[in-house]
């Protein structure tokens, strides 16, 4: 098998992406790389990072190896939980201070940073629509966030997700009231809820 057929494998098993390194492993060099994907007419989407042409981008998990340490937060994450039904008109990600957010920034994405030892609190894994794992926080997180940065984020999106989490039987109070403890938002959070429960 050529290096060229090795590399058609490749992109056909990871859906028409590829990443330098992901051929790097292969044992295929830069340079016969380059000629690939100059040969396939690969599009660079990001650093190391070539789509084909006729691929359909998961833009989540392209994100996602973009910014490997970013969690899926704030709306994104709610799309996740089902708690919208209105689609972000941008990504939400959580980083930890000190994280250089600027070029993110400029591509749109909607940043939000936070004390490292906050940071771990509630991650989980979730699929994409496209079936890749990614990070997102978990539902009683995401309620914690939304009330922290309520200014930033639109009214019917914040009470809609409120109510709809209320209503989930899947939902954990006591998870929610502890993680509130830590983020400092347990006095509001607790008005909400007794409107809502």
Same mark, same amino acid.
């Given at each position: *098998? ?14 028409? *992406? ?5 051929? &790097? ?6 340079? $016969?790389? =380059?000629? =690939? ?48 039904? /209105? ?15 600027? /070029? ?14 906050? =940071?771990?609190?509630?991650? *989980? ?11 997102? =926080?978990?539902?009683?997180?995401? &309620?914690?966030?939304? $009330? ?25 109070? /006591? ?23």
């Amino acid at each position: *098998m050529t290096q060229f057929e090795q590399m058609d494998l490749l992109l056909e098993e990871h859906s028409g *992406m590829l990443r330098t390194a992901q051929v &790097i492993a292969a044992g295929i060099s830069k340079p $016969i790389f =380059y000629n =690939y994907i100059k040969a396939k007419k690969l599009e660079k989407v990001a650093h190391g990072i070539y789509v084909s042409e006729d691929a359909w981008v998961d833009a989540i998990f392209l994100l996602h190896l973009r910014c490997g340490q970013a969690v899926f937060s704030h709306e994104t994450a709610l799309l996740f939980h089902d708690l919208t039904d /209105r689609e972000p008109s941008s990504y939400s990600i959580t980083v930890k201070r000190g994280y250089s957010p600027s /070029r993110l920034k400029a591509d749109g994405i909607s940043v939000y940073t936070i004390k490292p030892e906050l =940071y771990e609190i509630g991650i *989980m894994t979730a699929q994409t629509q496209f079936g890749h794992s990614v990070p997102v =926080y978990d539902m009683e997180r995401t &309620i914690c966030d939304l $009330i922290r940065c309520r200014s930033n984020i639109e009214i019917q999106t914040f009470q809609g997700a409120l109510k709809q989490y209320a209503h989930r039987k899947d939902k954990n109070l /006591r998870t929610l009231m502890r993680y509130a403890g830590m983020f400092r938002v347990e006095k509001i959070l607790r008005q909400y809820l007794e409107v809502l429960l």
